[in-house]
C-alpha cells in the first residue's frame, strides 16, 4: 500500500473536486483528505460510513480507475491520488471501533429480501432511522456476491463479519437459508405485517451457452465455482475459461490459487473490448492466465473445446464487422470448463407474487425511485439494471431508501 499519509498530502482538496463528480455517491474526497490530515479518523470515518456504508468494502473493489482516481486532476501529469487506500485506512478503522447512531424505534417494519449490496445499504440507512429491519436471505451468510462472489484475496471476509455486528447493534435481523417464493412468499410476508418489501436479489443464474457438451461433467459456471472454490477438487491441469468479465478474471485468479493447473481465457473479442476492468486484466495476466482473443467457441468435449476464429473486417459504411471462420474451426485441449458470460436473475420471487413486471431478460421493473409495478415492493441493484458495481447499487439504493421511507409514513396517516 502506498503512503496514505504521503497520498493524503499529494492531494490538492479541489474547490470544484472532480473526484467527487466521478464517484457513483458523490464521496467528498477533499473534506475527507483533510480530515484525516487533522487527525479526525473518527469524524472522518462516520461521514465516509454516513454517505456510503460499504465504504471500507467499495475502497477494495470499486473500479477506481472509472471513478474517483481516473477523474482527479492529477491524471493530467500521469500521477493521480489513489484516494482509495486513504478511504480504506479510515473505513476500516472506523467499523471496528463505530457506535452507530440510530433514532428512537418507530412503527414501521421492512422486510429486505436479499443480503447483498443493495440489501445491507438499505438495512443500514432504515435501521439509523428507526425502521424495524428484517433482511432474508437464501444463503448462510451476509453479502450476497461480496461474499459468494468475490475472492477473498480481493475482499477479506472479516469486514463482512465486522459490518454484520455493527449491523445487530443497529437492532438489525438476519434471517439465513431462507429462500423466498416456493414457501414463504411476498403474500405472506405482508400478511405478517410488513409494510414495505424490498427485493435486492442479485443475479444468480448464469448465463449460457446454449451450444452442444454444457452438461458434461467437467463443465461448471465460473459464478458458480466462485460460491465454493474447495467443492472444485478435480479440475485437471488445464483449465479452459470462456468469457472475460469481472467474474471470469476472478475464477481464473482463484484456480490459479487453489490449483496447479493452467489457466487459458477464450474471448470472441479482442483485447479492447474485454469487459473486465483493465486493473483485473492486467493483474490476472502478472498472475499467469493466458488470453486468447478472436475465439468463439461453438461445442464442449469431454478434452477440449471446438472454437473458430473470428476476423474483424468493416463494413461498406466502415462499421466494425466480425466473421466467423467455419472452415478452420480446431479443438482447443481442457480438462475442465468454465463459463463465464453472465448472470440474470432467478425466478422464484416473480413467479410466485402477484404483479410484480419484469422486462425480457427477467429483470424486474421499476420507476426511478424503485418502485416495482406491486404497491408496497420496491427493488434496486443488479435484480433491476443487471450486473453493475457495488457502489453504483449504494448510489441508487440510498435513493430507494428515501422512497420506502415516504411510502411507509403515507401509508400510515
Known amino acids: 500500500m502506498t503512503d496514505v499519509i504521503e497520498e493524503a498530502k499529494r492531494c490538492l482538496k479541489c474547490k470544484k473536486p472532480l473526484c467527487k463528480e466521478g464517484c457513483p455517491v458523490h464521496t467528498p474526497i477533499n473534506e475527507i483528505m483533510q480530515m484525516f490530515l487533522d487527525g479526525k479518523m473518527d469524524e472522518a470515518g462516520e461521514m465516509l460510513f454516513e454517505n ?5 468494502i467499495c475502497s477494495l473493489i470499486c473500479p477506481h480507475e472509472k471513478n474517483c482516481t481516473g477523474h482527479c486532476v492529477l491524471n493530467r501529469k500521469g500521477n493521480p491520488i489513489k484516494f482509495y487506500e486513504v478511504e480504506n485506512y479510515i473505513s476500516s478503522f472506523y467499523l471496528e471501533k463505530a457506535h452507530l447512531k440510530r433514532d428512537n424505534l418507530n412503527k414501521y417494519h421492512v422486510g429486505i429480501i436479499g443480503a447483498g449490496p443493495a440489501g445491507l445499504t438499505l438495512a443500514i440507512i432504515l435501521a439509523q ?13 451476509i453479502g450476497g456476491v461480496l461474499r459468494y462472489g468475490i475472492p477473498e484475496f480481493r475482499l477479506p471476509k472479516a469486514l463482512l463479519d465486522k459490518l454484520l455486528e455493527r449491523m445487530y447493534e443497529l437492532g438489525i435481523k438476519f434471517r439465513p437459508n431462507t429462500l423466498i417464493g416456493p414457501g414463504i ?34 463443465v461448471h459456471f465460473a459464478i458458480d465455482y466462485l460460491k465454493n472454490p474447495d467443492s472444485y477438487q478435480n479440475l485437471g491441469d488445464k483449465v479452459v475459461i470462456i468469457g472475460a468479465g469481472n467474474v ?9 490459487r487453489k490449483t496447479h493447473a493452467s489457466v487459458d481465457v477464450i474471448f470472441f473479442r479482442g483485447e479492447n473490448e474485454v469487459t473486465a476492468s483493465r486493473e ?6 502478472i ?12 461445442k464442449i468435449e469431454e478434452d477440449g473445446i471446438i472454437v473458430e476464429p473470428v476476423k474483424e473486417n468493416t463494413d461498406e459504411s466502415g462499421n466494425k464487422v466480425y466473421v466467423n471462420d467455419h472452415e478452420n474451426a480446431y479443438k482447443f485441449p481442457a480438462t475442465s470448463v468454465i463459463i463465464a458470460i453472465g448472470q440474470g436473475p432467478q425466478s422464484n420471487i416473480v413467479s410466485t407474487s ?22 408496497g415492493v420496491f427493488a434496486a441493484g443488479d435484480v433491476v439494471y443487471g450486473a453493475k458495481t ?9 435513493m430507494v431508501a428515501k422512497e420506502i421511507e415516504d411510502y411507509c409514513i403515507n401509508k400510515n396517516k
Open 52 to 56: 456510503n456504508p460499504l465504504s471500507a
Open 390 to 398: 457495488v457502489v453504483e447499487a449504494v448510489a441508487v439504493t440510498k
Open 248 to 256: 471470469a478474471m476472478d475464477a481464473a485468479r482463484t484456480i490459479l
Open 185 to 218: 412468499t411476498i403474500d405472506d410476508m405482508f400478511s405478517d405485517g410488513y409494510d414495505a418489501i424490498f427485493i435486492g436479489t442479485g443475479v444468480w443464474r448464469p448465463n449460457r451457452l446454449r451450444i452442444p457438451g454444457e452438461s458434461l461433467g467437467h
Open 354 to 375: 402477484k404483479e410484480i413486471d419484469t422486462n425480457q431478460r427477467g429483470l424486474i421493473q421499476t420507476t426511478s425511485n424503485g418502485e416495482t409495478t406491486r404497491p
Open 287 to 298: 498472475d499467469g492466465i493466458k488470453m486468447n482473443y478472436y475465439l468463439n467457441t461453438i
Open 129 to 141: 432511522k428507526g425502521f424495524n429491519i428484517t433482511i432474508i436471505d437464501s444463503k448462510d451468510k
Open 280 to 285: 483485473e486484466l492486467d493483474l490476472a495476466i
